[in-house]
């Protein structure tokens, strides 16, 4: 019964020393057991069989706390009572907090999440005595002294649930307590403690008992004897153990490995800083260290796999490489994309969470059916494809409901289309049995009849055919994830049954109460081969090892992770709760713990370390460098940041055939075959994508297209034509612009009444009375009756199908009334203007009203543009035509100048330079308000005049809005400049991912229709958000021209 600590620093050789130990045991046939945490008993047994040069492990047995209860209590009772999981001990805590109601204040109604920290917090409490909780500090907190007191009642309700027959990991524990001391096998045995950078109150408890009731215990913590300040938590432990020992008069040894044996000096100084906590000067030349920071995460990402191929190259295999990422949400994608890329295996050691599984997805779409045909639940139901239904007439199904507006009682009603009715008859065939066999008003009831409707379907058969066919394509990845949900979504059930079975719930109830448990529930995957680039998270790093590691993200609040607000006790009652109670729940102990894990991370390699981070986010918005950077930067003397490789284009690998050599190999071809091959080309449209811009990679010209490519595409051979809207898109997004004009996907039709629509009939409908001047000389007709029947027409020819309902038709009368409104309003500006409306949705391009609009770039390219104007005035005034262009806006608009100065809005100037020339004088153009609002001006826009000029400004319109025509002609070349600008990147092949983005307004990203395909996730084209009006434009403008000039 003797203990013998291990103390050294990171990679000192405390685990070889302890499995030295272990040889010499097994070479006397005695016991040995090797505790490790749960997480690391597969790489201990790997790591141990290969140091004991075995082909396996007999005499010696890695195990975990769990694994070791499960060994001395198998023989106990403890196999006929339930374990209760997380999950479990959620759903009691519900019932419990249900149950006691009118007992509670503070989690009277609690949510999912509030139900996790309960769940953690009354294991702390079952430590605790009334005596404590009465203490004069505590008491003197009222809050904070009801809140412990609702947690104690809720603690005492859930141990008597436990007496039921239940028994959670804590009673677990506490058996396996109380066995140690029981067992002879413990007593014969040599223990070796692994791998624990901190203990819970628990584990500390059952370590102890170790230490006195086993041969020998032999325990491996990371401390530095020289260096008290080193690993608090660590050396808390060490001061405690020795304690007990004293207690109960057991030898003990202490041995300090001192060397450590790391392969690079850099991270063996490293390591040197971190533990000293302080600034040490490296005096070599730093060859295995660097720090590098990028503009955007794409850029890092893309140059983190560049390199992880070019190490490969030096001799170095992928499981050499670990890559620590504390910000995996805004990584994931970006790891996914350049992963399938560069062929690099990749293994993301994250959590699975199973509400997204088809199986999920298809069992609360049945419960939300249960009580209405909502159009989302039927289409999400039929979508699992795990009912009999083709992906085809599932997808034709989607279609049409959605483009008539199919919803609810509408599923009743008989189809149109013939082959789409016979599959409404067979999905409502579906959903009557479903509700047919759904019966009863408790969970119990409701959820055994839902689990029968899956086994009548042959949910489970099907899922077994989907594992057969991922083991034949060796997805072993998604072997494992179909095979683990199955019981993991049983269990599910069973526990909701075994705990709240009796409950009387609606179906609304049951859905939310199933959907909470299945997003909490989560399945973690094994690597699929042992090659493999591991991405972890920094609270893996204490037991990780790697000959290159590469830290990327590093920024203020991800290394180390930022500490978050306890969400049950502010941080003057958590530090009360430490003092009083030793809770470990203050900020001082949860910052020892990123210290520690901010070590573990940065010394994980034994060669090299690489360290980045990306100066903005994906909104755009600067981010900081961790601040460990900044004590790295200046212990090694980095005066600057630098690339990982200057010369990297040369690793550029792909399985995936470029969507353009695609186009170069059709010869011209490509363009000629028809609309249904067209999109079959397409079917693998994400990875094209991909492809799309990376396909110059090697010169470095990322979202670079071949001119003779964008010929062929987007203009047919032909001369270059743009109509104002195409560059105003091509200012948004260049990608979007390539997606919508070069690829031209098809987009879904929606039975929906938008803004745009109701627009478009106001503009029809004014185009048909402005035609005929109706509104101006016949003042005497009865207008109400004009509109009716233009609405009428409007109808008829347009086929308004939309408002084809009750509800909807109501709301066309209400535009009709409006309608009447806005016809008035405009025939008294128009009688009331010496302005008079001369060309309604008037066109400019060849043969059209107008000419086109010419421009020329450099070497003789010549484009053009074309567009229609929704009306265009004319005022003839001392025998010269003045021409302004009017724009009909539903809500009113305002110039935006930060827009028009970034080229994504400039359509009226562009229209005004398009249709004026030496007989027709520019005027101005004018936004003007097809709706009333008393919040904002009818007319709104830009006059061109000169100080005798007022003629020309319309009323009520302020004289700020005016500007000379000498500006005029400043705002005439730089739109015409724009435009250029923009049309040199079209034709040179620039389609980047940069949508615009101003910060804290908008962004291009906001309304794109193919966010969904975009595989970018939003890397932003930031602009200036300062306040800048037409005096700051005009200034911007002389100052611009003069310099030219």
């Known amino acids: 019964m003797g203990v013998e600590f291990v103390l050294g620093r990171r990679k000192s050789g405390k685990s070889q020393y302890m499995t030295d130990i272990i040889k010499k045991h097994i070479n006397s046939k005695e016991i040995c057991y090797f505790l490790v945490p ?65 007992q509670l204040k503070y989690f009277k109604k609690a949510k999912p999440s509030t139900l996790e920290e309960i769940n953690r917090v009354i294991g702390d409490l079952r430590d605790i005595s009334g005596k404590e909780l009465k203490s004069e500090k505590i008491i003197n907190k009222p809050d904070l002294l009801i809140k412990i007191k609702e947690l104690s009642l809720i603690k005492d309700k859930y141990q008597e649930y436990l007496k039921e027959g239940y028994i959670d990991d804590i009673a677990f524990n506490d058996r396996l307590l109380d066995s140690i001391s029981e067992s002879s096998n413990i007593k014969e045995a040599h223990f070796f403690i692994d791998d624990f950078y901190t203990f819970s109150n628990q584990q500390l408890k059952i370590v102890k008992e170790l230490i006195r009731s086993a041969k020998t215990c032999t325990i491996a913590l990371n401390i530095d004897v020289n260096n008290c300040e080193f690993n608090k938590i660590s050396q808390n432990i060490y001061q405690n153990l020795n304690k007990f020992i004293d207690l109960n008069n057991l030898k003990n ?104 599984h088809p199986i999920a997805r298809l069992l609360l779409s049945m419960i939300n059916l249960l009580d209405d045909n909502k159009t989302d639940d039927i289409i999400n139901m039929l979508k699992t494809d795990f009912l009999d239904f083709d992906i085809p007439e599932v997808e034709s199904l989607e279609k049409y409901v959605k483009e008539n507006g199919i919803n609810y009682n509408k599923w009743e009603r008989k189809f149109d289309d013939s082959e789409i009715e016979l599959v409404r008859q067979r999905v409502l065939e579906l959903i009557m049995n479903i509700r047919i066999n759904v019966q009863g008003s408790s969970i119990k009831e409701k959820i055994s009849c839902l689990y029968q409707v899956l086994i009548e379907l042959k949910v489970y058969e099907k899922l077994s055919e989907n594992i057969e066919e991922f083991k034949v394509q060796e997805n072993f990845k998604n072997v494992y994830l179909n095979t683990q949900f199955w019981n993991t979504l049983l269990e599910i059930l069973d ?74 006790f502010p941080l003057d009652e958590s530090i009360l709760l430490e003092e009083v109670l030793n809770w470990k729940k203050d900020d001082l102990s949860k910052q020892l713990t990123r210290n520690i894990e901010l070590y573990f991370t940065l010394t994980i390699p034994n060669k090299a370390l690489y360290i980045s981070y990306s100066l903005s986010d994906s909104q755009g918005e600067g981010i900081k460098p961790a601040y460990i950077l900044k004590s790295i930067r200046k212990s090694f003397n980095i005066n600057y940041i630098d690339s990982f490789s200057k010369n990297n284009n040369q690793y550029f690998y792909s399985k995936y055939i470029s969507l353009l050599n695609l186009i170069k190999s059709s010869q011209g071809g490509f363009l000629e075959i028809s609309r249904n091959e067209y999109n079959n080309i397409f079917v693998e449209f994400g990875e094209f994508l991909d492809n799309l811009f990376t396909y110059n990679r090697i010169e470095n010209n990322e979202g670079q297209i071949e001119k003779d490519i964008v010929r062929k595409i987007l203009f047919n051979e032909k001369e270059p034509f743009f109509t ?44 048909r009375i402005g035609k005929n001047n109706w509104y101006i000389d016949n003042v005497d007709e009865n207008i109400s009756k004009i509109i009716e029947n233009h609405f009428f027409e409007e109808y008829q020819e347009n086929n308004l199908l939309k408002f084809d309902s009750h509800q909807l038709s109501y709301r066309l009368n209400k535009i009709k009334d409006e309608g009447l409104n806005l016809v008035e309003n405009l025939r008294n500006d128009i009688i009331n203007s010496q302005f008079k409306p001369s060309f309604y949705e008037a066109e400019f391009g060849p043969l059209k009203t107008f000419p086109e609009y010419r421009l020329g770039l450099e070497g003789d390219q010549n484009f053009f543009l074309e567009g229609k104007v929704d009306r265009v005035d004319i005022l003839k005034h001392d025998e010269k035509d003045f021409i302004r262009i009017i724009d009909y806006k539903l809500k009113g608009k305002k110039m935006d100048y930060r827009k028009f100065r970034d080229g994504i809005a400039f359509q009226l100037f562009v229209y005004l330079n398009a249709l004026s020339n030496k007989n027709l004088i520019p005027a101005g153009v004018l936004y003007n308000s097809l709706v009333d609002d008393y919040n904002k001006d009818r007319i709104t826009g830009l006059v061109v005049k000169a100080k005798d000029q007022d003629f020309l400004m319309p009323e009520g319109l302020k004289e700020s ?52 395909i975009c595989k970018n996730k939003k890397q932003y084209r930031v602009l200036n958000n300062e306040k800048y009006d037409k005096k700051s434009f005009i200034e911007e403008l002389n100052s611009i021209y003069a310099k030219l000039d």
């Open 253 to 356: 040894k202490t041995t300090v490995l001192e060397q450590q044996f790391f392969k690079s000096s850099e991270v063996s100084h490293l390591e040197n800083i971190l533990s000293y906590n302080k600034i040490i000067n490296f005096e070599q030349k730093i060859s295995d260290l660097k720090l590098v920071s990028f503009t955007n995460i794409n850029e890092e990402v893309k140059n983190l796999f560049e390199n992880i191929i070019k190490i490969v190259d030096q001799g170095y295999k992928y499981k050499d490489i670990k890559i620590v990422c504390n910000n995996i949400d805004a990584y994931r994608n970006y790891f996914k994309l350049y992963r399938k890329i560069y062929e690099v295996p990749l293994f993301i050691n994250e959590k699975v969470f199973i509400h997204n």
């Open 495 to 568: 526990q909701m049954v075994g705990f709240l079975g009796d409950k009387d719930v609606n179906n609304n109830e049951l859905q939310k109460l199933l959907k909470n448990s299945l997003e909490r529930e989560f399945l973690s995957i094994l690597p699929i081969n042992d090659n493999e680039v591991m991405v972890i998270n920094s609270q893996d790093g204490f037991k990780e090892s790697a000959e290159v590691l590469f830290i990327v993200g590093a920024n203020e609040g991800f290394l180390p992770e930022r500490i978050s607000p306890d969400p049950l």
């Open 961 to 1012: 809005s005016a500007i000379e025509p000498s500006e005029y002609e400043l705002i005439r070349k730089f739109t015409d400049d724009k435009i250029k600008g923009h049309v040199r990147k079209i034709i040179k092949g620039d389609f980047k991912v940069a949508p615009y983005y101003y910060k804290n307004d908008e962004s291009g990203c906001k309304y794109c229709k193919y966010s969904k």
């Open 724 to 767: 104002i809207s195409k560059l105003e898109e091509y200012g948004k997004c260049p990608y979007s612009f390539f997606i919508k004009y070069g690829i031209n996907p098809t987009e879904e039709k929606e039975f929906e009444i938008k803004s745009m629509d109701i627009g478009n009939i106001y503009h029809h409908v004014l185009e």
């Open 38 to 102: 749960e997480q690391s008993t597969l790489e201990t047994e790997n790591k141990i069989i290969t140091r004991l040069n075995s082909k396996g492990l007999f005499d010696v047995q890695v195990i975990s706390f769990k694994k070791l209860g499960n060994l001395l209590l198998k023989n106990t009772d403890i196999r006929s009572r339930t374990f209760l999981n997380e999950q479990g001990q959620l759903l009691i805590l519900n019932k419990i907090i249900n149950e006691l109601d009118y």
